[in-house]
T-cell receptor, first 110, second 113 residues
Framework: TQLLEQSPQFLSIQEGENLTVYCNSS?????LQWYRQEPGEGPVLLVT?????EVKKLKRLTFQFGDARKDSSLHITAAQPGDTGLYLC??????????FGAGTTVTVRA | GAVVSQHPSWVICKSGTSVKIECRSL??????MFWYRQFPKQSLMLMAT?????????EQGVEKDKFLINHASLTLSTLTVTSAHPEDSSFYIC?????????FGPGTRLTVT
């Protein structure tokens, strides 16, 4: 059973459009991490958020951690084909283990 | 910084043989490393937590005698799949922990024939 629910499962958009991926849970996490994974490779860490209500921006990517530390979102502005990949959210616990969501496959068409 | 390597990147072995996969943190020391398994089109499933100098902690349903983990130093953990069978074929990924963050290796594709 996934502790973290990600939505949507698949997302296909045109280059230049915006997109948002959601990550929701009934559990409280000490941290929330977002990763991007390409086929045949390991996940690459994009960001870590630890404070409820925290917002972090990395160029065209904006990450938000919910006030109650149970949910998070990833927003990409003006998506590019290079943003294509599997986006995974992962909730951290006090024993440093991560619980992963099922992932969102994002395809940005040129 | 925070680079993790895995070796080999892919391996094909015959049923009944054993395969060892290495995970190294190249530019930092990791007291804790994790081993995951990933099936096609699915997310990562945690198999075990590897702690330097102590026995690994396995997740429920993971056979510790089949998946042997050794964490001999702060930069190296190994996973040995013993008596491999076709159902063990999968993508195995390790991660190394630095503070609250995990940095992942590139993965090892295991195919058992």
């Amino acid at each position: 059973t996934q502790l973290l629910e990600q939505s949507p499962q698949f997302l296909s958009i045109q280059e230049g459009e915006n997109l948002t991926v959601y990550c929701n849970s009934s559990s409280v996490f000490s941290s929330l991490q977002w990763y991007r994974q390409e086929p045949g490779e390991g996940p690459v860490l994009l960001v870590t958020v630890v404070t409820g209500g925290e917002v972090k921006k990395l160029k065209r990517l904006t990450f938000q951690f919910g006030d109650a530390r149970k949910d998070s979102s990833l927003h990409i502005t003006a998506a590019q084909p290079g943003d294509t990949g599997l986006y995974l959210c992962a909730g951290g616990s006090n024993d440093y283990k991560l619980s992963f969501g099922a992932g969102t496959t994002v395809t940005v068409r040129a | 910084g925070a680079v993790v390597s895995q070796h080999p990147s892919w391996v094909i072995c015959k049923s009944g043989t054993s395969v060892k996969i290495e995970c190294r943190s190249l530019d930092f020391q990791a007291t804790t490393m994790f081993w995951y398994r990933q099936f096609p089109k699915q997310s990562l499933m945690l198999m075990a937590t590897s702690n330097e100098g102590s026995k690994a902690t396995y997740e429920q349903g993971v056979e510790k005698d089949k998946f042997l983990i050794n964490h001999a130093s702060l930069t190296l953990s190994t996973l040995t799949v013993t008596s491999a069978h076709p159902e063990d074929s999968s993508f195995y990924i390790c991660s190394a922990s630095r503070a609250i963050e995990q940095y992942f290796g590139p993965g090892t594709r295991l195919t058992v024939t």
